[in-house]
């Protein structure tokens, strides 16, 4: 390369980081906040847990205090009392629609009481179903919780995570949904039944097969991080060997993403000062550790990490949360990377972070004034949390994807996406319950950088069923709802006439393939929410929507165990 074009990849390198800016919003926005010391530090929730479209976040606390939520008031929070009196000192805080009822429920867990599962009614209100839920009410000294659908039923299964340094008996649970009451299939399921320090874990579908895998972090040597790959039959094998991701480190965090857009989902996990380990997935059932090649090894006491596209240029960035205070001069304290588009890391300077040296542990990402930039939450130990507004100037552009489930689980989890803009893809999963002891937002934040359109998005749910979008326009956000894009599971939308549609009064539903045993319909409004189901004869319908609201529906027609999905307007 000559001088002349190296100045200018030099040039634009820094005009590339120029333009990445964070300041602390934590005051002004109203949650600069502090709780105390706890015992490795507290977990945070940035989820919109009121289904409002602005994205809440909730704390963690100490022995002695009750959880904190903070409800989000067009990017000014107000602490606000939902009647949930837990104090025990919580570590998890994590929001979830477990019964599928459209509205999110809440479960915390703890090292020094019982965890609390707490069922939304609706409108906010809460009743505490620790007793009756099925998950176990003795102190296991818990950490992490995700939750995942390892039967691709449509409800949301869950792995306890327990880190016993007291009695040293404990193990990680594992329970299956069942209609909303957890059964224990630990044992049948084939985990790993000894103590084994574990902090947190999640689920994400590491070879790409359609099911989701676990993956555990676990603490200190011999204990390995357990990648537990799903059979497909309510059983894993453990893998951890034989993939190259059971490492024995201090491993505290579970970071899930793409960063180099091949596919694959990598992970992230924090360490101590031997160094953090950066898991590229190789796409053939290993992964190998990159973090000494790529920039991210860190050395420090790192906790929490995310992986997140601060500056929307269409690559993955990652920060990272450290307990040192910035006064050993040796080793860094928190931390954020800077993708260069290549996969490489570095830590630019100037952008804000100057001032990060507080004790942190989690954190989290969101947007919490909507601006399509995501912001990064942190839990920090015994001076006021972190609220990192993202304040990048840049003509890059973005998408942020609100996904809900209708065969699959209502909230979207463990759906893979495809972001096509400018001939490139980039990919994403949704979690619940990753990083260390954090929930990110249920909002996807995808940057498309200088693309001025979106060629398409396609959307994997568990179900089986792939929506795509084309020529989307982008800084907007785009909720959708399985099966909105007319997809189709097994059959051909030749194989289905609705008519008329749009429709005021009487839709006319006919089926090109005959049944003797008749076919069920079923509708469901925007929001995913079922309002109609009627079992039909023959291989023809008529229903009547003339009292229903105006708006877009999904009509469902189920033969046997084949569906056909067709949107619908009611004008």
């Not at 001088?3 to 390198?13: E, G």
């Not at 094998?237 to 579970?254: E, N, P, Y």
């Not at 396609?458 to 179900?463: D, G, M, N, Y």
Request: with cysteine; net charge negative.
């Amino acid at each position: 390369m000559n001088k002349y074009y190296t100045f200018l990849f030099l040039l634009c390198y820094y005009f590339s980081y120029s333009q990445l800016s964070f300041q602390d919003s934590s005051g002004t926005a109203g949650v600069g906040v502090t709780y105390g010391t706890s015992t490795y530090g507290g977990g945070v929730s940035f989820c919109d847990f009121d289904g409002d479209g602005w994205d809440d976040i909730t704390y963690s606390t100490t022995d002695g205090e009750e959880v904190y939520f903070y409800k989000n008031n067009n990017g000014v929070f107000s602490l606000i009392d939902l009647g949930i009196n837990d104090t025990y000192r919580t570590k998890q805080v994590i929001w979830v629609d477990y019964d599928s009822d459209g509205d999110k429920d809440f479960f915390a867990t703890s090292i020094s009481g019982l965890n609390k599962f707490y069922r939304n009614d609706g409108n906010m209100s809460f009743t505490d179903i620790t007793a009756t839920c099925g998950l176990f009410t003795d102190n296991k000294f818990t950490y992490g919780a995700s939750f995942g659908d390892i039967d691709n039923d449509g409800d949301l299964d869950v792995i306890i995570c327990n880190r016993d340094d007291v009695t040293f008996n404990q193990y990680n649970y594992l329970y299956r949904n069942d209609s909303g009451t957890f059964v224990d299939i630990t044992v049948s399921a084939g985990l790993n039944l000894t103590n084994q320090l574990s902090f947190i874990s999640a689920f994400f579908d590491y070879n790409n097969d359609g099911f989701q895998d676990i993956y555990v972090a676990n603490d200190k040597h011999p204990n390995i991080n357990r990648l537990y790959e799903n059979n497909g039959d309510n059983t894993f094998t453990d893998v951890s060997v034989a993939s190259g991701a059971g490492i024995a480190i201090d491993a505290m965090s579970t970071t899930i993403g793409d960063y180099n857009n091949d596919g694959w989902f990598d992970i992230y996990v924090t360490n101590t000062t031997a160094g953090n380990q950066f898991l590229k997935n190789n796409g053939d059932g290993t992964f190998t550790n990159i973090a000494a090649f790529n920039g991210t090894l860190m050395e420090t006491i790192a906790w929490g990490s995310v992986f997140l596209d601060a500056d929307n240029d269409a690559d993955l960035d990652l920060y990272v949360s450290s307990m040192l205070d910035g006064s050993d001069q040796t080793r860094l304290p928190s931390a954020f990377y800077e993708n260069d588009g290549t996969g490489n890391y570095t830590i630019p300077s100037g952008i804000g972070f100057e001032n990060d040296t507080r004790i942190s542990f989690s954190n989290a990402i969101g947007d919490f004034n909507n601006d399509g930039y995501p912001d990064i939450i942190v839990m920090n130990d015994t001076q006021n949390n972190f609220l990192w507004e993202n304040t990048t100037s840049n003509s890059n552009n973005w998408i942020k994807l609100n996904l809900t489930g209708v065969t699959s689980n209502k909230d979207g989890i463990g759906s893979k996406i495809e972001i096509n803009a400018g001939g490139v893809s980039q990919y994403r999963y949704t979690l619940n319950g990753e990083g260390y002891i954090a929930q990110n937002s249920n909002s996807e934040f995808v940057g498309i950088g200088t693309a001025t359109s979106i060629d398409y998005i396609k959307v994997t749910w568990l179900s089986g069923t792939v929506d795509t979008f084309s020529n989307v326009s982008p800084n907007q956000t785009l909720n959708i709802t399985e099966g909105q894009s007319l997809s189709v599971n097994e059959y051909n939308l030749s194989n289905i006439q609705v008519f008329p549609n749009p429709v005021t009064d009487k839709l006319n539903i006919e089926l090109s393939k005959t049944t003797e045993s008749g076919f069920k319909v079923e509708l469901y409004d925007i929001l995913g929410k079922k309002v109609l189901s009627e079992m039909k004869e023959g291989n023809s319908a008529i229903i009547d929507l003339s009292n229903y609201v105006s708006g877009i529906y999904m009509l469902k027609c189920i033969i046997s165990d084949k569906v056909i999905t067709k949107k619908v307007i009611v004008e």
